[in-house]
């Protein structure tokens, strides 16, 4: 009888929250599904207070219970990881999956591999979100590298983190896969349960939708500024932000205030729960990324799976996932552009969009994350 094979995420999972959680978990529970025993190696210190802006760290929702997630990795502790390291060493999965975000992760999850390659036995396959962090620090480039070397294959999820890999490593085989869709957060609502459900206004309103963490490089600042176009104004449309403040939150409320749309804008910027996040995207007529820059964003197959066209600046991978005036609209990342891509979606209606969306999401499938990541795996001679 064969032997069933064992794969291994190293990234952020239950009891941490958020996108690369959500991402973890739902990847573990596909190889699953395709046949593995699957575990999820977390953190239980993933970011000293400094490097992280929220309120928590942690998931306020219970425990997935189809999931095996170990919760041992220091990312400040030298010992843990040698001891993680060795671990995993002797656990011999026969992949392990890391996910790279942030430099500040190179040290640890460097060295947490060059343990393991002392098996000769696992293939090591990376998801990279980001080579290039959004916000730079000091050593970056170096941690990188560190991080770079031990892993044999790569996988981004954007053409610009791809570029930017070659810049750093031209050694290891390396190969572009689709962000997935979020399939994991329930089925789609009615508008009219979803707003009820939310306390939100009922009675036909046109909402659009920020969704996720307010962090600079998003361009909530833009897409404030278009809610104050005359155009906007006019057309009685109201701004849903849904996500936490990981900037100064003054710096927004002041322009809100600035602006005079404090009636134009409705804020839910508590964290959205797992459970929450299907009310906010069917609540919604349309979804708006206004990024200043963007690698890829996981709000596009959040809205791809919930069937929401979208408006997204032309930054990144957006554009490539979002066909202009198919299952979407792309404008320049400035207020005017913006704004005026919002009242095109109003003039061509919901519907226009929706057959084009139901056919480009097929492409999005976590199975072709597993096909890439087994392709890539089982092609390494060890």
């Given at each position: 009888m064969q032997q069933q094979k064992k794969i291994v995420i190293i990234g952020p999972a239950y009891p941490l929250r958020g996108g690369l959680a959500s991402y973890d978990e739902r990847l573990a529970r596909e190889f699953t599904a395709h046949g593995y025993e699957?575990?999820?190696?977390t953190f239980s210190l993933q970011y000293p207070g400094f490097l992280f802006p929220?309120?928590?760290?942690?998931?306020?929702?219970p425990p997935p219970p189809d999931l095996t997630i170990k919760v041992v990795i220091n990312s400040i502790n030298p010992v843990n990881w040698i001891m993680t390291g060795n671990e995993l060493k002797?656990?011999?999965?026969?992949?392990?999956?890391?996910?790279?975000?942030l430099p500040?992760?190179?040290?640890?999850?460097?060295?947490?591999?060059?343990?393991?390659?002392?098996?000769?036995?696992?293939?090591?396959?990376?998801?990279?979100?980001?080579?290039?962090?959004?916000?730079?620090?000091?050593?970056?480039?170096?941690?990188?590298?560190?991080?770079?070397?031990?892993?044999?294959?790569?996988?981004?999820?954007?053409?610009?983190?791809m570029n930017d890999l070659l810049k750093v490593t031209r050694s290891q085989p390396a190969e572009f896969v689709p962000h997935p869709l979020y399939d994991n957060f329930g089925e789609a609502v009615s508008k009219s349960i979803a707003r009820k459900a939310l306390d939100l206004p009922n009675d036909g309103s046109r909402i659009i939708l920020f969704f996720g963490f307010i962090r600079a490089y998003k361009g909530l600042d833009l897409l404030l500024k278009a809610m104050a176009e005359p155009g906007i104004i006019n057309a009685g449309i109201k701004l849903l932000i849904a996500g936490e403040f990981y900037d100064d939150r003054k710096i927004y409320l002041d322009l809100i205030?600035?602006?005079?749309?404090?009636?134009?804008?409705?804020?839910r910027t508590d964290f959205i729960p797992d459970s929450q996040v299907r009310f906010y995207l069917c609540a919604a007529d349309l979804v708006v990324q206004p990024y200043k820059n963007a690698?890829?964003?996981?709000?596009?197959?959040?809205?791809?799976?919930?069937?929401?066209?979208?408006?997204?600046?032309?930054?990144?991978?957006?554009?490539?996932?979002?066909?202009?005036?198919?299952?979407?609209?792309?404008?320049?990342?400035?207020?005017?552009?913006?704004?005026k891509q919002i009242l095109r979606f109003y003039e061509l209606g919901e519907d226009f969009f929706l057959p084009?969306?139901?056919?480009?999401k097929k492409k999005?499938?976590?199975?072709?994350?597993?096909?890439?990541?087994?392709?890539?795996?089982?092609?390494?001679?060890?």
């Open positions: 699957s575990t999820i190696y929220g309120t928590s760290q942690y998931s306020s929702e002797a656990f011999k999965p026969d992949i392990i999956v890391v996910r790279y975000w500040f992760m190179g040290p640890c999850l460097g060295t947490i591999l060059r343990q393991v390659r002392g098996n000769r036995f696992t293939r090591i396959i990376c998801i990279a979100d980001n080579i290039n962090p959004h916000e730079k620090r000091p050593g970056d480039k170096i941690f990188t590298r560190y991080f770079v070397k031990p892993v044999d294959a790569f996988i981004t999820m954007s053409k610009k983190v205030k600035e602006l005079g749309i404090s009636d134009e804008v409705i804020l690698t890829q964003s996981g709000v596009t197959p959040l809205a791809y799976h919930f069937e929401k066209p979208m408006v997204v600046t032309n930054t990144g991978a957006l554009p490539d996932m979002v066909p202009h005036e198919k299952v979407g609209l792309v404008a320049e990342p400035d207020a005017e552009s913006i704004a084009h969306l139901r056919e480009e999005y499938a976590w199975s072709q994350m597993v096909k890439a990541i087994e392709d890539l795996a089982y092609g390494i001679q060890k």
